[in-house]
């Protein structure tokens, strides 16, 4: 079961389509759906959740926390509207096209990608183009 939740004022457009290439990310990596929480949340929440959980005292746009059990995939993904705002300025591209990469970033780190290395983060990226295409594919 994938879930959506909001700790701010954001509302995710087109859940079923979000939650229908997700389970199709899932597929392609061979992985099985488990119950998979994306919480949308402000700088300052996820700001907190870093430091208490993480003791890294530093903004981000993502955290996630894996239970997966085999390849069965469980977890909580946090994500930080206000900085998946801001990263779309920075890098030049809309708001969903930022958002997409990271719920599939997350997703993919459920999946067994790191991205701490240099190389790690290069076939991190790689796979986030391949599986934002899979949800254009979708619409």
Do not use: P
Not at 44 to 60: A, P, Q, R, S
Request: net charge negative; glycine share 4%.
């Amino acid at each position: 079961m994938i879930n959506f939740f909001s700790e701010n004022n954001f509302e995710l457009e087109q859940k079923e389509n979000y939650e229908n290439w997700l389970r199709n990310v899932l597929i392609s990596e061979e992985k099985k759906e488990g119950e998979i929480n994306y919480i949308f949340c402000d700088d300052d929440y996820l700001h907190e959740i870093n430091v208490k959980y993480l003791n890294h005292d530093d903004y981000t746009d993502i955290i996630s926390f894996d239970n997966a059990v085999g390849n069965i995939l469980h977890g909580d993904i946090f994500i930080s509207t206000e900085r998946v705002a801001e990263n779309a300025e920075k890098f030049e591209v809309s708001f969903d096209e930022e958002l997409k990469r990271v719920i599939a970033h997350g997703m993919l780190h459920f999946c067994g990608y790191k991205d701490k290395t240099d190389d790690d983060a290069q076939l991190m990226r790689k796979k986030e183009d391949e599986k934002i295409k899979m949800f254009h594919v979708e619409q």
